[in-house]
Every structure is written in structure tokens, then in C-alpha cells.
């Protein structure tokens, strides 16, 4: 018999390779990031890192440096959501890299519960700021 622990981690391995396969939609070509938002067994939200609505599908300028009006996956996800009438409260987020510090504002504001990533970024402050808002954070690695 498997465990709900158990359960948990397979439902939580299935849904961060989705969001995996979401991040290859961005147009970015420095970093393509994925972001889903579950709540109830359900998809509520998707997200990758782009422009906002109406602008071209370009990320970074011609030096190859990201446009400051490039939207995070998460951003993305979350802000979808307040278009929609599905709310994020209690919500899990899926995200293929590590929250930066904005966007982890923006998921304890939402009132996102749980964040499963799996890319470790170089800076933490991110997800020390999520844990300070007693999210539970949760690494997984794809590969395993
Ligand atoms: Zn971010």
C-alpha cells in the first residue's frame, strides 16, 4: 500500500515535469521557466516567462540581455488567475526554477501554500522569504 507521503511525491513528480514541458512555450532563449498552479488535483493556472500580452515574443534585446518587461513564469501564472474566477488560495505552485524574491512576494500574496521547485538558482533569498511565510518548499528533481 502506498503511503499518501508517497502519493504526494508521484503527484508532485508528474506535475513538475509538466510544467517542465510548459517552459519550452517561453520565447526566452537565455532561460525557459514553467510555472503551474494546482489546487484540488486541478491545473488552475500555467505560466512561462514572456512579455506581457500585445508585446512581440522577443525577451531579450539585441545584446542579449532580458528586457526589463519580461514577466517571470510565476508572475505570469498568478496574474492569470486574477483574469480568471479560479482563486490561488491554498493553491500548490509548480515551477521549474527556484522563486526569485519578487515572485515570492507575489506567491504569499496569492496565498499559495506550497511550492514545488527543481532548479536550484543561485540565489536563496527567494525561498527564504517563502519559508519565513511558513509556504511549505519543496526540491525535487526531475531526473530521479
Ligand atoms: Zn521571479
Redo the contacts with the bound molecule.
Keep these: 500500500m502506498e503511503t499518501n507521503e508517497e502519493k504526494q511525491l508521484k503527484l508532485d513528480k508528474r506535475y513538475i515535469r509538466m510544467a517542465g514541458i510548459w517552459a519550452e512555450n517561453s520565447y526566452c532563449t537565455r532561460r525557459r521557466v514553467g510555472a503551474l498552479i494546482v489546487k484540488d488535483k486541478m491545473i488552475i493556472s500555467d505560466g512561462y516567462n514572456g512579455t506581457p500580452s500585445g508585446f512581440e515574443n522577443v525577451c531579450e534585446d539585441d545584446n542579449g540581455v532580458t528586457k526589463p518587461y519580461v514577466l517571470?513564469a510565476?508572475?505570469n501564472a498568478i496574474t492569470k488567475i486574477a483574469r480568471s474566477n479560479n482563486s490561488s488560495n491554498g493553491a500548490t505552485m509548480y515551477v521549474t526554477a527556484s522563486?526569485?524574491i519578487?515572485?515570492a512576494k507575489l506567491i504569499i500574496q496569492a496565498g499559495i501554500k506550497r511550492v514545488v521547485y527543481s532548479e536550484k538558482y543561485r540565489l536563496e533569498d527567494?525561498l527564504e522569504l517563502l519559508k519565513r511565510a511558513n509556504i511549505e518548499v519543496i526540491y525535487i528533481d526531475p531526473n530521479e
Excluded: D, M, S
Design positions: 517571470h510565476e508572475a522563486p526569485c519578487e515572485c527567494g
